[in-house]
């Protein structure tokens, strides 16, 4: 059952990704991943292009306009870098960098190891 729900995770993150990188989007949406979980690393064909991308979740424990740390639920403390370019929600709601705070829970998605393109994240 659980395969199951993971393929199905994965098949729609390959249909919103295709479709995100086919009408010359921005990056893939952070995926809808069922279950209790802290890191996924999914491998995707992205226009014939091989991608990893990776997803953890986790409280903010530091933050800087850089980088961010969260504290996983299984205790690893991931540093995600940062840019510009980082597409941040807060709340469902687009917002800035600057918005995140400590104890907030974030969802990163990174791809091939990079910078996070994308942070969504929930007040307390």
Same mark, same amino acid.
């Given at each position: 059952? @659980? ?15 295709? =479709? ?24 995707? =064909?992205?226009? @014939? ?7 953890? @979740? ?12 969260? @504290? ?32 907030? =829970? ?19």
């Amino acid at each position: 059952m @659980r395969r199951l729900a993971v393929a199905l995770a994965v098949l729609s993150l390959l249909a919103g990704a295709g =479709t995100a990188a086919g009408a010359g989007g921005g990056p893939p949406q952070i995926p809808r991943i069922p279950g209790k979980w802290s890191h996924v690393e999914l491998n995707v =064909t992205i226009k @014939r292009v091989p991608h990893t991308l990776i997803v953890d @979740r986790g409280k903010i424990i530091q933050i800087t306009t850089t980088t961010l740390t969260l @504290r996983e639920p299984d205790g690893e403390t991931p540093t995600i870098d940062l840019t510009d370019q980082t597409i941040v929600t807060l709340d469902g709601r687009p917002a800035a960098t600057f918005s995140l705070r400590r104890r907030m =829970t974030a969802i990163t998605l990174r791809v091939d190891g990079g910078a996070a393109v994308r942070v969504r994240a929930t007040s307390f």
